[in-house]
């Protein structure tokens, strides 16, 4: 399953939105969801877990973080981004192993 | 606290071999699917290993197929990942992941919710 994502760059404005879409070579429906995630990495640390299941929120991330999804077209929201937002967001599909992740928006303050 | 704690990267010579280990605790390991997740300097994540909760089902990417090897072992709650006939292009952060879980009843999707710390292996002559 081939992963791509729109705009590889995002340079923001603090306090502005913000919208970075991805979108799957098929279908990530199964179990009544959507086996497909948001990842922040951050600068020398791990990925971690923003949106799993389409849209519902890892634990611990702020309500400014959203996810939804329409078909084979994923989107990640955020209201208003902050400056600790910075870094690289991938989304990956979890339905097929092994799973495989978008190239990744790198997100800087302008 | 749930943690993951990889250990076992290093430098090696092409053709070289590796194992890492991923020690978990805080949670019940026999419940939870595991994936190898590497990085390489410069490039996004890659999915290279995944072993079901259960150890019955192994998927590899193309890239380590036939020369990676993971497996677990739930009384140690430890993962490993067997790296023999390394690359070059094997250099990366290599992470330990942990994924959807099966509680004997249910399966619960939760993404790749907790990672490890990563661990370097390089391959250079």
């Known amino acids: 399953i081939v992963m791509t994502q729109s705009p590889l760059f995002l340079p923001v404005t603090p306090g502005e939105p913000v919208s970075i879409s991805c979108k799957s070579s098929?279908?990530?429906?199964?179990?009544?969801?959507?086996?497909f995630d948001w990842y922040l990495q951050k600068p020398g640390q791990s990925p971690q877990l923003l949106i799993y299941?389409?849209?519902r929120r890892a634990s611990g991330v702020p309500a400014r973080f959203s996810g939804s999804v329409s078909g084979t077209d994923f989107t990640l929201k955020i209201s208003r981004v902050e400056a600790e937002d910075v870094g690289i967001y991938y989304c990956?599909?979890?339905?097929?192993?092994?799973?495989?992740f978008g190239p990744g928006t790198k997100v800087e303050i302008k | 606290e749930v943690q993951l704690v990889v250990s076992g990267g290093g430098l090696v010579q092409p053709g070289g071999s590796l194992r890492l280990s991923c020690a978990v605790s805080?949670?019940?390991?026999?419940?939870?699917?595991m994936n190898w997740v590497r990085q390489a300097p410069g490039s996004g994540p890659e999915s290279v290993a995944y072993i079901s909760n259960s150890g019955s089902v192994i998927y590899y990417a193309d890239s380590v197929k036939g020369r990676f090897t993971i497996s677990r072992d739930d009384a140690k709650n430890s993962l490993y990942l067997q790296m023999n006939s390394l690359r070059v292009e094997d250099t990366a952060v290599y992470y330990c992941?942990?994924?959807?879980?099966?509680?004997?009843?249910?399966?619960?999707?939760?993404?790749?919710?907790?990672w490890g710390q990563g661990t370097t292996v390089t391959v250079s002559s």
């Open positions: 098929q279908s990530l429906l199964n179990n009544n969801g959507y086996y």
């Open positions: 299941f389409g849209s």
């Open positions: 992941a942990r994924k959807s879980s099966y509680d004997g009843r249910e399966y619960h999707y939760n993404g790749m919710d907790v």
């Open positions: 990956m599909q979890g339905l097929q192993p092994p799973f495989t």
């Open positions: 805080g949670f019940t390991f026999n419940f939870y699917e």
